[in-house]
């Protein structure tokens, strides 16, 4: 007989290996998926994996998988720092898209003025845009006690609408012949988040999201508030006795996640993108979800959590066109990675017992 | 002995060689797609196009596709791939793919690129639309005939100019034929979402209309119009034909094959050049799907005479008098519309209430 054994003590060993243990079992079930589907499973997945990294075009998808994990990365990393707490900020999708419109915004007021300011003034108020966009669930939950997952989820719903008016109305590019849609940022050089170095898909958001990937390190380890963070998720009571404020907890938590999502948006939205549009949100902010979890809440495994999502992404794009893999296939793996991901890590806290149970 | 051998395997080589070139002189043409192949409309349709060069040219073409490519970054990423992996030519197919095609194409100058329905052009870059209001003209006279509730049901997807201009030219021909006539328009916001279309379709039911347009790609309106009963739609990019009879009474259908086979053909044959082509019912971009039995025989007859004059070009769906919606003049008798306005359409008729968002 088979059955799970609560473990005394949560198993570090596991903890590490379940990143590894799922991405192995998403490539075994993925390729008797592929084959099912009649492609052939080895080439599939080494299409998946290796050709970006280190296929006959690396020298463009290398670049492209900073350019795809920077925001995953940047997002996830402020959500976990709520997530550790038990504050769960689901919306991390609508503050990227306020993000945007507000450093956009703030960056077209000026135009076509070639201030050397105009992109600090646009990081700032793409920051801020996300910040108060998160502030909305905050505020609510500390003053009214609402839950915060559902305001902050519907809040997402709120932001699309104002994107669509944003780039119908407001923000519509006067020369564009009534079509929706802002000026595009990249020809306009005082406002573009350009590459650094030409050919490299290093720009501003991938610069931000290692600093946040640092911040977020030495937050959790050296710092009071880290500390009070990981004791609220881990013994609330323990930390209410501790001196942690829960109000203040929720608003740091909340108001970082907010601005780092607003921070993704507006350096995608003067870089990348380029430009507001109606479809310019493509899930960021709820992937970003996945790879919080995926990289274990740890600043470093979202580091590598982020890459690994953008390499399924990329490599999922070339499968799609190589193999003519179609794109569901490829989003039921990425779900697979999930999945197993979840369904493994029950082995930190539990262990498979054979036999029947001792009496204690 | 030994030099029979060898003769034999520099053959063999040579063969192989020889095998090897045919395979490179393959022309490659990619597609990006912006909804799922199945979506039973728009990229569905652009999908039989890809599917007729195949037809057409064998052996001599290979084409690829990706599907489910969002507008932005990843749309340039995806062009760009398929332009390293040695595409010869590449049909994107969106609005939002414009300034990623115009980006990819400046990076390799030697792949065609071809745009549908945008208006930024280049040296290797097309661009290319169906006059799809020609279709809403046929549909706006059926629509005017058959509704005895006289509220005619729009979903709009975005307001774009595509998008007014198939609103204005079905309202212009339903309420020539029914003065009564009143349209209520909602805005989905989306190409392809079939839960907010088929709530988008229960709303304008349930506010009377009994005919449904839609500019949206899913057949959910369709569904939605076949629970309620009595309520009329047509098919949108694509035939939709499972419908049919009732509640789909006819269809809009985008041929792109003609145009991607004709283009396809030009790079082959190595006279492609830019350009902006947009060509309607007469030259068979805009198909008319079948009129169902569920209309009348004489609203048939009607809705075909006005097909007919489109395609010979005797009538133009934007003949005057037109006014814009506050009253002010527009086309004066007898006027035809000149095709810049129509591009940048960004007005209702007269007659429409509601305003275009904004």
């Excluded at chain 2, 991607?260 to 082509?277: F, L, M, Q």
């Excluded at chain 2, 919606?325 to 509601?354: C, H, K, P, R």
Aim: charged fraction near 15%; glycine fraction near 12%.
């Amino acid at each position: 007989m088979i059955r799970l054994e609560k473990r005394p003590q949560p198993s570090r060993a596991w903890s590490l290996a379940t990143p590894l243990v799922a991405v192995l079992a998403t490539m075994a079930f993925g390729g008797l998926l592929f084959a099912a589907l009649g492609k052939p499973p080895v080439e599939a997945i080494r299409t998946i994996f290796w050709e970006p990294l280190f296929g006959e075009f690396a020298f463009y998808y290398r670049p492209q998988l900073l350019v795809k994990g920077a925001p995953l990365v940047l997002i996830a990393i402020g959500l976990s720092l709520g997530f550790r707490a038990g504050i769960w900020n689901i919306g991390a999708e609508g503050q990227y898209i306020m993000g945007a419109i507000f450093g956009a915004g703030a960056g077209l007021a000026f135009y076509p003025s070639d201030s050397f300011l105009i992109f600090p003034f646009m990081v700032i108020a793409g920051a801020f845009g996300g910040w108060i966009w998160a502030m909305i669930p905050a505020v609510l939950k500390t003053r009214f006690g609402t839950n915060e997952i559902l305001v902050s989820l519907m809040l997402v719903y709120v932001a699309e609408q104002f994107l669509a008016s944003v780039s119908l109305g407001l923000l519509k590019n006067p020369e564009g012949f009534g079509f929706p849609g802002s000026r595009n940022l990249q020809s306009w050089d005082a406002a573009h988040n350009a590459e650094l170095i030409a050919g490299t898909g290093m720009h501003w958001g991938v610069v931000s999201a290692l600093i946040a990937v640092i911040f977020a390190y030495v937050l959790l380890n050296r710092h009071m508030t880290g500390y009070h963070i990981r004791l609220t998720g881990e013994a609330p009571r323990a930390a209410r006795f501790a001196g942690v404020n829960p109000a203040r907890l929720v608003l740091f938590c909340l108001g970082t996640s907010g601005a780092l999502a607003g921070l993704a948006g507006m350096f995608e939205v003067s870089g990348p993108s380029g430009q507001v549009s109606i479809d310019f949100n493509v899930g960021y902010g709820f992937t970003a979800i996945i790879v919080a979890f995926l990289g274990r809440l740890h600043p470093v495994g979202i580091l590598l959590a982020g890459g690994l999502m953008a390499l399924t992404y990329i490599g999922g794009d070339i499968a799609q066109s190589n193999l003519q893999l179609p794109a569901a296939a490829i989003q039921v793996f990425q779900g697979m990675l999930l999945f197993f991901l979840l369904a493994f890590d029950l082995l930190t806290n539990f262990r498979i017992a054979i036999g029947k149970p001792e009496v204690a | 002995m030994k030099l029979t051998n060898l003769l034999t395997s520099a053959a063999v080589a040579l063969g192989l060689a020889a095998g090897a070139a045919w395979a490179q002189d393959k022309t490659k043409v990619g597609f990006v797609y912006v909804g799922p192949v199945g979506d039973g409309g728009w990229t569905y349709e652009h999908d039989q196009g890809r599917k007729a060069v195949e037809a057409e040219f064998g052996d001599q073409v290979e084409t690829v596709y990706v599907e489910n490519v969002a507008e932005g970054p990843d749309a340039e990423r995806v062009m760009t791939q398929m332009a390293l992996e040695g595409a010869d030519l590449i049909f994107t197919t969106s609005f939002g793919y414009m300034d990623p095609t115009i980006n990819v194409a400046k990076k390799f100058p030697n792949v065609k690129f071809e745009h549908a329905t945008g208006y930024k052009r280049a040296d290797n870059v097309s661009t290319y639309s169906a006059r799809f209001y020609e279709g809403r003209a046929v549909q706006g006279t059926i629509a005017g005939h058959m509704t005895e509730s006289n509220i005619v049901g729009y979903i709009g997807s975005y307001p774009i100019p595509e998008v007014i201009r198939g609103i204005n030219s079905a309202y212009i021909h339903a309420k020539k034929v029914n003065p009564d006539v009143q349209f209520k328009i909602v805005w989905a916001f989306t190409w392809f979402d079939p839960a907010k279309e088929a709530d988008a379709a229960k709303v304008l039911i349930e506010q009377g209309a009994d005919v449904i347009l839609q500019h949206t790609d899913s057949t959910a309106p369709q569904a939605a119009a076949q629970n309620a009963g009595n309520v009329i739609t047509f098919g949108q990019a694509s035939d939709m034909a499972e419908y049919a009879p009732k509640p789909r009474v006819s269809s809009i259908i985008d041929n792109w094959a003609p145009y991607y086979i004709a283009r396809t053909k030009a790079v082959i044959d190595g006279t492609w050049e830019s350009v902006d082509t947009w060509d309607g019912i007469g030259a068979g971009m805009v198909g008319i799907g079948e009129i169902s039995d569920a209309v009348p025989a004489e609203v048939k007859e009607a809705a075909l005479a006005l097909k007919e004059s489109i395609a010979n070009g005797t009538y133009h769906p934007f003949t005057g008098p037109l006014n814009k919606q506050d009253g002010s003049a527009w086309l004066a008798e007898g006027e035809v519309a000149d095709d810049g306005t129509l591009a940048g359409m960004n007005f209702y008729v007269e007659g429409i209430e509601g305003d275009i968002p904004q």
